[in-house]
């Protein structure tokens, strides 16, 4: 998805939390820690292919980087960054390497995607894992939250993408049309309204529309 510049921008999650509105009623809402981020690079369809730009967040030492990331970092002359993301954008040679990136082009009541990892489950049934209702709980049936069946027998296999037992979560997730409560741009601080993928602390990619 193509954005503008100025309304994308990383933050990781801080927790959740109520606020009321004008008629006093409660609503949750979501508070996110969002950039600063800075310009690492720059994408043009000229060069890349496409037209981009890799933002940086979260201070890191450089000491801490494998060779490749320090001379990505070297190579542009900016700060060592925890976590590194793309985002397209229409003209990516607009922007330039080492720009700061804020708040300041978010507001309340706009609307806005997020995507994150969701928290991780470990290994779940298929009741849990897929809302399989399940076998009979009662008249002798010993079958209860197994699956059963695969499919087709005859195939003697069992066919990709069959709902089975696993490992639940702990996948990329898009929470989309989400309402921006308030903007604490001194504070790097944005609220929005609802619930956003995974567990305090994690990365979040932010999009305005």
């Known amino acids: 998805m193509v954005t503008d510049m100025a309304q994308c921008i990383l933050g990781k999650k801080i927790g959740m939390t109520r606020i009321f509105d004008q008629d006093g009623k409660q609503v949750g809402v ?15 369809a000229a060069t890349d292919g496409y037209e981009g730009v ?34 397209r954008v229409a003209d990516g040679g607009a922007y330039q390497v080492g720009q700061t990136v ?29 809302g399989f209702k399940g076998g009979p709980g009662t008249h002798g049936s010993k079958v209860h939250r197994a699956p059963q069946s695969s499919g087709a027998t005859d195939a ?37 309204k609802g619930a956003v993928p995974g567990a305090p602390g994690g990365l979040l990619r932010i999009s305005g529309r």
């Open 30 to 44: 979501t508070v996110i820690q969002a950039g600063p981020c800075v310009v690492v690079q720059a994408k043009t």
């Open 54 to 87: 890799q933002l940086g967040f979260e201070d890191r030492k450089l000491s801490k980087l494998n060779s490749p990331m320090t001379g990505h970092f070297e190579k542009r002359g900016v700060p060592a960054k925890r976590y590194l993301k793309e985002f």
């Open 102 to 130: 804020t708040l300041e082009g978010f507001a309340s009541g706009q609307v806005v995607d997020i995507i994150g990892v969701s928290k991780g489950k470990g290994f779940a049934g298929g009741m849990k894992r897929h």
């Open 156 to 192: 003697a296999r069992v066919f990709k993408g069959t709902r089975k037992p696993g490992h639940m979560g702990d996948v990329q997730v898009t929470a989309r049309g989400l309402k921006v409560v308030s903007v604490d741009r001194e504070r790097n601080l944005l609220v929005v």
